[in-house]
């Protein structure tokens, strides 16, 4: 078994350098914090300019829509605004993954920029030399160098992280359940370790990285068996997404703190590098650069579960003292994973009881035999997407093919969220405190005791 990192609390705002990127309590407006972001070049980094970006910029409820934001600056945030991403990769010109511009200071060397946000988990990277503008401009993304991601993968979501207090003098949503909890001793472990997989080409040749989060009391509780939640990630992602930019450990240190989650192990497994592509699979080019091409994705996905039937989960349940019976066994996962959690709904129901699937693609429509499968109305289904996002017309389109064929099921839809972590955050939130453990298959009678205790979003 190759362990390439553990973490407890790396992610802890306090332990990074004093002289880099720090959350600084302000006591003051807009939000109360503010974050002090310093880029540190190397010697041979001679660079004229530097923009801080990563992270999008806001809008309020009166001029968002699906295809359009205010993109207000942090400077003048306010209580009703909330981030939110409508990228150029979604077929929007209109970026609002903004950046702002850096100020060498002459003394240091350093870029500096201090930056008001609100509550939550904020991705950012540094970007020198953008030639004309953040949306054509930049072609050199880095990471913070005092403060390092979770985890060295390859992936288009490299990112740095900083997480943000709550201060309710200024704030209105309170996101510190996404923070470190406060008592050590609470905090659960995150490894990314290596497992045999013939075929596999990253981290190297036959073998795979997977992610893996164990509760606190793993290690203290040697006969206990735990149930276990795989969690996928999303398209160009890695294992180390859901931990790093979704913060899920965090998210679920304090959620079995509180008694609201039973004490669950999480692998986050990766789909990419096994040894063959979607290319190898896609039915139609056009459709395939909508996300449209359902018939291409799930014989790719088809093919990733078989991998995973014969490779990764024999090996977790060998190495780890995961629950073998479905009860106790859940899947999920974000985006392209959430396409994956449905080709898992319909083709592994005597595997896992629960399903979570979040900004998929499009399920299968009404009629269609697959909804015949065995076993298929007696799992779990929860479902959603962003109300901004651009896939939350599949998500909703799908809830009326299930309801055409009386199937039950749960969803959340976040009224502040788009295709972005903080939206899939909202939804691990719901479903790990209200949803996971409950008696499936769920319905309007699932855990009715949750109603009013969910968060403010």
């Known amino acids: 078994m190759l362990l390439t990192c553990t973490l407890t609390i790396l992610c802890l705002l306090d332990i990074v350098a004093s002289t880099g990127t720090k959350v600084r309590r302000t006591h003051r407006g807009p939000t109360g914090y503010e974050v002090d972001f310093v880029f540190q070049p ?13 992270f999008p910029f806001f809008s309020d409820p009166l001029h968002a829509s699906a295809s359009k934001t205010n993109g207000y600056s942090p400077y003048g945030w306010k209580p009703d605004y909330f981030s939110m991403r409508l990228g150029t ?6 970026a609002t993954l903004a950046g702002l511009n850096m100020t060498l200071n002459n003394v240091t060397g350093n870029w500096e920029i201090s930056v008001p946000l609100p509550s939550g988990t904020w991705l950012y990277g540094f970007y020198p030399e953008c030639e004309s503008n953040w949306k054509t401009g930049c072609k050199t993304q880095l990471v913070d160098p005092s403060n390092m991601p979770i985890q060295m993968y390859e992936g288009d979501q490299l990112l740095s992280a900083v997480q943000v207090p709550f201060d309710g003098r200024f704030q209105t949503i309170n996101y510190d359940w996404q923070l470190p909890i406060k008592k050590e001793s609470q905090r659960g472990t995150v490894s990314f370790v290596g497992y045999p997989s013939p075929g596999s080409t990253y981290p190297k040749n036959g073998t795979h990285d997977v992610g893996i989060y164990l509760p606190a009391e793993y290690h203290v509780n040697p ?15 890695t294992e180390s997404d859901w931990f790093q930019q979704g913060r899920a450990h965090s998210i679920m240190d304090n959620l079995i703190s509180s008694e609201q989650l039973e004490p669950t192990i999480l692998i986050c497994p990766n789909f990419y590098y096994l040894g063959f592509t979607f290319a190898d699979y896609q039915t139609n080019a056009t459709l395939q650069a909508e996300y449209l091409d359902v018939d291409g994705y799930s014989a790719f996905f088809n093919a990733v579960r078989e991998n995973f039937n014969a490779y990764l989960f024999p090996f977790i349940e060998a190495n780890y003292r995961v629950s073998t019976h479905a009860s106790k066994k859940a899947f999920g996962g974000l985006a392209l994973g959430g396409t994956f959690a449905l080709t898992m709904l319909f083709n592994s129901t005597q595997n896992f009881s629960s399903y979570a699937i979040m900004s998929p693609t499009p399920g299968p429509v009404t009629g269609d035999p697959i909804y015949n499968t065995t076993g298929l109305r007696d799992v779990g289904i ?12 599949a998500a909703r389109d799908w809830e009326v093919a299930l309801d055409k064929e009386g199937m039950g099921y749960l969803s959340h839809y976040p009224m502040n969220g788009a ?30 005791r949750a109603v009013g205790t969910l968060p403010d979003y």
């Open 89 to 94: 990769d979604y077929g929007n010109p209109n």
């Open 419 to 448: 295709h972005q972590w903080s939206t899939w955050q909202q939804m691990l939130y719901v479903y790990l405190g209200d949803v996971l453990w409950e008696p499936t298959p769920y319905s309007s009678e699932t855990n009715r």
């Open 223 to 237: 006969n206990k068996t735990y149930p276990v939640l795989y969690l996928s990630n999303g398209g160009q992602g």
């Open 382 to 393: 929860f479902n959603g997407a962003g109300f901004y996002d651009n896939t939350f017309p």
């Open 42 to 54: 190397k010697p041979t980094q001679n660079y004229s300019s530097v923009l801080l970006g990563g």
